[in-house]
Nanobody, 122 residues
Framework: QVRLVESGGGLVQAGGSLRLSCAASGSIFSISTMGWYRQAAGKERELVADMTTSGATTNYPDSVKGRFTISRDNAKNTVYLQMNSLKPEDTAVYYC???????????????WGQGTQVTVSS
């Protein structure tokens, strides 16, 4: 019903930048919150950033605040994550996450992307 396709991951040196993109497609009635999570090896998945539909509210953990910026294009059902001043500890698999209501239902569900690897070398 809902498909998320992520792109933009890769290998970068410390201090560098990457921009992740996640496009949602399928039979979607509406999307509310869009965001990004990450999971480093041996650690739990954690929130990196999320944003409400209007963009009025964003959330970032202290570990990325001031370095990462989330944005979204509602016309394209796409969410972006601009990552600057990357550190080796940012190395992880990054997952797109959305709350969406498919056309076939009357309720919202959570959908995940397949993940994209971000590796920051020191």
């Amino acid at each position: 019903q809902v498909r998320l396709v992520e792109s933009g991951g890769g290998l970068v040196q410390a201090g560098g930048s990457l921009r992740l993109s996640c496009a949602a497609s399928g039979s979607i009635f509406s999307i509310s919150t869009m965001g990004w999570y990450r999971q480093a090896a041996g650690k739990e998945r954690e929130l990196v950033a999320d944003m409400t539909t209007s963009g009025a509210t964003t959330n970032y953990p202290d570990s990325v605040k001031g370095r990462f910026t989330i944005s979204r294009d509602n016309a394209k059902n796409t969410v972006y994550l601009q990552m600057n001043s990357l550190k080796p500890e940012d190395t992880a698999v990054y997952y797109c996450n959305i709350r969406a209501r498919p056309n076939s239902t009357w309720y919202y569900s959570t959908f995940w992307g397949q993940g994209t690897q971000v590796t920051v070398s020191s």
